[in-house]
């Protein structure tokens, strides 16, 4: 695997991120081999599938670090300690000796890590963890043993001006049911769309029953519990675009680069555009130049276009064009900004 200096684009455990990671995707200008990520084009798109069995990593029995210790342990020195966590998979990818050297050079100026988010999912437990200078993070996947299945570590940037500028409207969650937060926040490890504009305010979102995205069989839309929710309408106005014809990804993990975003809705709310991607096909209820309200039902969530799983990606941008438009950051009616791993309420259940 081909790995740079400095340390900001470094991944160490490839494939096995690749296996978990989820939702809604990234640029083709973000595509470069130090990211685990397909190519893409600059939409509402997806990563490989996250649906399926995360295989132990093995951790060895001597080690006594915990997940929330890494980033401590990271600043520690205990370059040993951490290399005991890694699964077998990453041994074959990098050396103990390699392991020293990079992290040592990474940490270099750093005083401590602060948690940033924690999602349990599919066999995985994820963390990231920011600096306390919000200049670096890490962000960990590991199995439910305790062993380390990938890392990454990078030099983040931040939009503090644009971060703060709220959208005028206040929006409503567009779908019934509680949904995860997959992607969501104000860092690249969070939600790896905050690296270009016009994606950054950007939400990926599944339905998790008991931890798992999915029940039966991985590869069939079906046994996905976000696959044909209801999804409705976040605030009135007009419905100015929709998709509704793109098949479904078959089976499960295949995606369409060829329409990005499939079945989609997008409404004008007064100079705000929300776009609600990834639809079932044929369950858009909506048509062009319809006047829409908060909670009327515009269709079913699905996973057609360059979709992982059964996910929403949603946005609200300041233009109806998803490529050339810049994402907001959405104000929430009930004031909350939820983050990645955190459980986004749906309106039957506030």
Known sequence: MKRTRPFGKMIWGTAALAVILSGCGNSAEQNNAEQVKPKTTEAATAAPTASQPVESAGASEASTLQPEDLPQAMLDGKYKEIYTLFSGELKQQIGETEVKTTTAEFVQGVDAFAPSSMMLLNGTEQRTWKSTAGDKGISAVFDQKGGLLGIQILNLQSHPKTDQTMTRTAFAPPFKEDLLVYWGGTNVLDNYHYEHETQRYAYDLVQAVDQFSYSGDPLKNES???????????????????????????????????????????????????????????????????????????????NSGNSSEAHLHFQVSDGPDLFTSKSIPIRWKDGKYPVKGDTFTGTSTK
């Open 224 to 302: 996905y519990h976000a696959f044909g929710l209801d999804i409705t309408a976040p605030a009135d106005g007009t419905v100015v675009s929709v998709k509704n014809d793109i098949a479904d990804n078959v089976p499960v993990g295949v995606m369409n680069e060829k329409e990005p975003a499939g079945n989609l809705v997008v409404i004008d709310h007064g100079g705000e555009y929300s776009y609600l991607a990834h639809l079932k096909k044929g369950s858009v209820t909506v048509k062009p130049g319809d006047s829409v309200t908060t909670g009327q039902v515009i269709g079913l969530l699905g």
